[in-house]
């Protein structure tokens, strides 16, 4: 399994996650048993450090939307651009990877339109952050 392919995998277990209240190694079972989904270790690890970093990742996502009120982003683009957010915030993966993969998954799984916005958020994320270094 490619990098990417673990990395959509995470984002498709995120995703799911998004519409329930179950747990992140309850969603591993179900995705593993139900469907057979297969998920590397990098892919487990993008998934359960966006998990266990959620609050963290929302908080520097949020502060990312200006004007625009979280509830109105699509969550196939919210969910990308948590994972981007986790990758800037937590993994040495360039910034323009981290970037570059989160807008190949919304524009697979939302749209060119949405991926400009997507592009703009992580744009403002990661000003964010290197303001803090």
Known sequence: MTRR??????????????FKEDGAEEILALAAEAREMKISGFGK???MGVTENLAAVDEKLDKALIKWDS??????????LRLCTYEMMYTELDTEIAVNEALELVKKFDGEESAAFANGVAGGIDKALKGEE
């Open 71 to 80: 509830e109105r982003i699509s969550r196939v683009a919210r969910t990308a």
């Open 5 to 18: 392919e673990a990395r959509e995998a995470a984002f498709l277990l995120l995703f799911e996650q998004s």
């Open 45 to 47: 690890g993008l998934f």
